[in-house]
């Protein structure tokens, strides 16, 4: 069931204002996913809540949009993972690394690849992370703190991608060079 897409002026509640907030960020783009969430203005602000305190982390952009490209395809959202491949290059993520996410290979990258590993080990594990998994995340030059704040990212993730492909977010115009169908994947 497509949701409605909607503009400031014609949101509830204060979706409105925080639809104007988002438009203002990102210099007059209003990606349709906020638009769609702006029908319950709780989840979008529940989004763009996490999507801040995401932005608090010890993580670098890049890393964060890793983590968040990596659930995106793991979770089979096909918007955010065109999100976030735009916004992994915005982020000086590395081309390459951010391929191998989306075709499911390795990446060259070692440090990025025990971040997507662990962040792959995590979704699948529904958080119960093997001692070897913890202990390459941690050799890797990752922190204790950071394996705790990976679960922020998961939890933004996890909010979009479902509501993502509940509402059938119709893919940006500027996001279509970005379009991934799902079976770029090993």
């Known amino acids: 069931m ?9 949101a509830p509640g204060n979706a409105g204002a ?3 907030g988002v438009q203002e960020k990102m210099g007059g783009l209003l990606p349709n996913l906020y638009r769609q969430m702006a029908g319950a203005p709780v989840v979008l602000e529940a989004y763009l809540t996490l999507t801040e305190i995401l932005s608090r982390t010890s993580f670098t952009p890049a890393e964060q949009q890793l983590v968040l490209l990596t659930a995106s395809t793991r979770n089979g959202c096909r918007y955010c993972v065109a999100a976030h491949s735009s916004g992994g290059r ?3 993520l ?6 191998a996410v989306r075709a ?6 070692t440090r990025l690849q025990a ?6 080990h995590m979704l699948e594990r529904r958080g119960k992370a093997d001692k ?17 704040e990976l679960l922020v990212g998961l939890a933004m993730k996890t909010l979009s991608n479902y509501f993502s492909r509940l509402a059938e ?3 940006d115009d500027f996001l279509s060079r970005m379009a991934w169908d799902g079976n770029d994947r090993v």
């Open 2 to 10: 497509q949701y409605e897409l909607f503009e400031p002026a014609s």
């Open 18 to 20: 925080q639809l104007s």
């Open 90 to 92: 915005m982020a000086k």
């Open 94 to 99: 590395d081309k390459e690394a951010i391929e």
């Open 104 to 109: 499911g290979s390795p990446a060259n990258d």
């Open 115 to 120: 971040l997507r590993s662990f962040t792959e």
């Open 132 to 148: 070897a998994e913890i202990e390459a995340f941690l050799d890797a030059g990752f922190t204790q703190q950071q394996a705790a």
């Open 169 to 171: 977010t119709p893919l």
